[in-house]
């Protein structure tokens, strides 16, 4: 029996229409690696130039695994077998990897991950824009601890600063941009513990029109908390999101974050007369929701969204001023496997059953999470089932009602000025520093003036900080 199913096995594998006619072809392969080869080369030239701009894509819970699968996703929804697909993202040059451990935390959180790429040092899980000294849930512990992110260092270097979401804008992920807070659940004062409002303590919805009060753009797809400042008034409209803001008269910006949208700010910056023209075009990055309900096409098809929204946005800038990093804050315990052949529609079924319950099972499993089921005692069949429905929970080994976040290491992508400082196994809250260091800004100026940088002394006023996620 298990020969005859290798033997299948190996029929399938070797069927002519397993494998594009192309790639029987030594050629094909020798030439594709020389084509590698010379870009590589080309590579040598290290491109040194000042980033006029610098984007952020920050894909919440997009681990490499997910990476890989929403490739391959991408490639069949173009009726392609999908492994060969090239990911926007995967067309970046540099590719590093970022440890993602919060200092507390050996599996992290979305929290404690964006107050590292986004603040450039590591805290603990639930905390945004603190150090490592502030415990979650103690407003006590806070003052003093504050750290500033990437978007301060911009504005403060005059440039423009925005963040696109898919989420709140007060979601943990894009909060680190601009608040502190010893608690990532404080999104508004009604949602805070009494002591933490006697002891001073913000909520991040405040925070958002406090501390930074001339962001240039800000979209979410979700109101913000209840807090209501004087001075800037938030719409939200149906799915996508229209976002006006009064108060000094400097934005005026208009959007849709809905599927397929587009936004746009004519004339953003107002006195600064700068421009801004971004397209996120997409629903973006629910990557992290679809993978806790153990909704694996959710997850993958939001991968493709914010890959879709990656290739737009680099349409519309050039590798020479534009610093372009896609990254993810931590992982999920999400796989795939099973000795699929070529092409196997990816929410498929691996190609044999199980030799110890005698089940079919799917390629796509999760370590634990919503998707465990017994049925009479035993693992459930999946080929009763339709599991390519988009609300299908994938199986699991451990029951939980939420699939749990990775420990392992995300991937970081980059693209233009300074993108080969991304080169190895970094600690993920390298990354703003080495943007900081591309765009002159922040700590990491007296590179700056140098002569051999002569494009230094034209830093142009507008810089885009988009983020796209979570
Ligand atoms: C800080 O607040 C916590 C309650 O959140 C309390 O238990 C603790 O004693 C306080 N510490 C100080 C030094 O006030
Ligand atoms: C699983 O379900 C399929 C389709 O309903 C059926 O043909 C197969 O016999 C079942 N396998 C087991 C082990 O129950
Ligand atoms: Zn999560």
């Known amino acids: 029996m298990k020969a005859l199913l290798l033997l299948l096995l190996l029929a399938q594998l070797c069927s002519p229409s397993l494998v594009p006619e192309r790639e029987k072809d030594p050629e094909y392969w020798r030439g594709q690696a020389q084509e590698t080869l010379r870009d590589a080369l080309r590579l040598q030239r290290l491109n040194q130039n000042v980033a006029k701009n610098l984007i952020l894509f920050l894909g919440d819970g997009m681990g490499v695994s997910t990476v890989t699968a929403a490739r391959i996703l991408k490639g069949q929804l173009q009726n392609r077998k999908g492994e060969e697909s090239l990911l926007e993202m995967d067309k970046f040059p540099y590719v590093a990897l970022a440890k993602t451990y919060n200092t507390n ?7 404690g991950t964006a107050t590292a790429y986004l603040c450039g040092v590591k805290a603990n899980e ?9 415990t979650r ?12 992110s990437i978007l301060r260092w911009a504005k403060d270097g005059g440039k423009a600063v925005g963040i696109v979401t898919t989420t709140r804008v007060t ?25 933490a409002l006697e002891g001073g303590c913000r909520d991040i919805a405040r925070q958002l029109v406090e501390n930074i009060p001339d962001i240039e753009v800000g979209m979410g797809t979700r109101p913000l908390g209840t807090w209501a400042g004087a001075s800037q008034r938030w ?10 803001r009064d108060g000094k008269g400097t934005t005026q910006g208009w959007g849709q974050a809905g599927r397929g949208g587009r936004w746009a700010m004519p004339r953003g910056g107002g006195g600064r007369g700068g421009r801004c023209r971004a397209v996120p075009g997409a629903a973006g990055g629910r990557i992290d929701h679809g993978h806790h309900e153990g909704k694996a096409k959710q997850a993958l098809h939001e991968a493709v969204e914010l890959d879709r929204a990656i290739g737009l ?30 092409g196997n529609p990816i929410f498929g079924l691996a190609p044999m059953q199980s030799d110890v319950d005698r089940k079919p099972f799917t390629s796509i499993l999760y370590g634990n999470g919503p998707g465990y089921k017994i049925v009479a005692g035993e693992r459930e069949n999946v080929s009763a089932v339709d599991f390519a429905h988009a609300n299908y929970q994938a199986q699991s080994a ?15 992508f980059a693209r233009g000025p300074m993108a080969h400082l991304l080169h190895g196994v970094h600690e993920q809250n390298y990354i703003p520093h080495a943007m900081a260091y591309a765009a002159c800004i922040g700590s990491n100026r007296a590179h700056c003036n140098a002569a051999a940088r002569p494009a230094a002394t034209i830093l142009l006023p507008f810089l885009a900080l988009l983020f796209l996620l979570c």
């Open 137 to 148: 849930d103690r407003c006590n512990t806070t003052k003093g601890q504050e750290v500033t």
């Open 126 to 134: 639930g905390t945004v824009g603190v150090t490592a000294g502030v």
């Open 171 to 195: 979601h943990a992920t894009p909060s680190a941009a601009y608040a502190h807070s010893a608690n990532r659940d404080w999104y508004s004062d009604g949602e805070m513990p009494p002591d």
């Open 313 to 342: 946005a680099t349409r519309l800038t050039s590798p020479q001023d534009t610093l372009s990093v896609v990254t993810a804050d931590h992982s999920h315990v999400f796989t795939f496997g099973g000795y699929t052949p070529r």
């Open 235 to 244: 719409d939200h409209q149906g799915y996508g999101l229209e976002l006006a």
């Open 105 to 111: 935390a050996q599996v992290p959180d979305s929290a």
């Open 398 to 412: 451990v029951p939980l009602r939420q699939e749990t976040h990775g420990g392992e290491d995300v991937a970081v």
